[in-house]
């Protein structure tokens, strides 16, 4: 298992970057480095960061489990890093939507909020996201104390809409939002079994505390 010191030097900082190779691998192609952004550049970019900001929210889901199933509580040092990338593509993916198809035509803008039923429930998911950033430091999780966890819990429902947000615009093939949809009803059904578990077994505590000498057969 790696140190602390190990994560924070290098394990980290390598996540960083490699989260970071998206936006450079479309700024090389911006420039026509080892690619292009194909005709239509502002789909190319919009579509890349929606893309990567679902993968990191689904990469974020998956820390806890998987720190579980493979014993691997350094696993949690990454995981603000990687919820914190997922809402910096979303929002690119937003403000590429906002700023270069959009114009900045407000009315256009509102109305597609309003009536495109994929544009609203992205929209949905980016304002639920917004919370869950801007109490995402040590400070905020201390303030908040159980309620952290509460307000943290978001991040499913807003996967869920984030999928949906997909699927509802995609024309035949449906495999990738698929995936994406599989892979977090795994993640969601781990936890509801983990919570149903640990209550079970608080139930059963005080029956066991009850018993004389607390014998548990
Ligand atoms: C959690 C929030 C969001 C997630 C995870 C997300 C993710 C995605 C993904 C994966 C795609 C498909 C990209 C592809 O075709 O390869 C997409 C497309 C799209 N998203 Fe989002 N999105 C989010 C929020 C938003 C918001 C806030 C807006 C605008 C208000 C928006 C507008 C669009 C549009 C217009 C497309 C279609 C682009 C096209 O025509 O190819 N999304 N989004």
Request: charged share 15%.
């Amino acid at each position: 298992m790696p140190s602390v010191v190990a994560v924070r030097r290098y394990i980290k900082p390598s996540l960083f970057l490699a989260c970071l190779l998206p936006v450079i691998l479309l700024l090389l192609h911006a420039f026509n480095i080892g690619g292009t952004l194909g005709t239509n550049p502002v789909e190319m970019i919009q579509d890349t960061m929606g893309q990567w900001g679902l993968r990191m929210l689904i990469i974020t889901l998956a820390v806890t489990p998987l720190r579980d199933w493979f014993n691997a509580p350094w696993l949690i040092m990454l995981r603000r890093m990687l919820g914190l990338f997922g809402f910096f593509y979303v929002l690119m993916h937003f403000l590429t939507w906002l700023i270069l198809d959009q114009d900045l035509y407000w009315p256009g803008i509102l109305t597609d909020v309003a009536k495109r039923p994929f544009i609203t429930i992205g929209f949905a998911a980016l304002l639920m996201l917004i919370p869950l950033a801007v109490t995402s430091t040590n400070r905020m999780m201390r303030r908040l104390g159980k309620r952290w966890k509460t307000l943290h819990r978001l991040i499913y429902p807003i996967a869920l809409l984030g999928v949906w947000h997909y699927w509802w615009q995609v024309k035949a093939d449906i495999r990738e939002p698929l995936l994406y949809l599989s892979i977090v009803a795994v993640l969601l059904a781990w936890r509801v079994w983990k919570k149903w578990r640990s209550s079970a077994r608080r139930r059963a505590a005080p029956a066991v505390a009850r018993t004389p000498g607390g014998a548990t057969d």
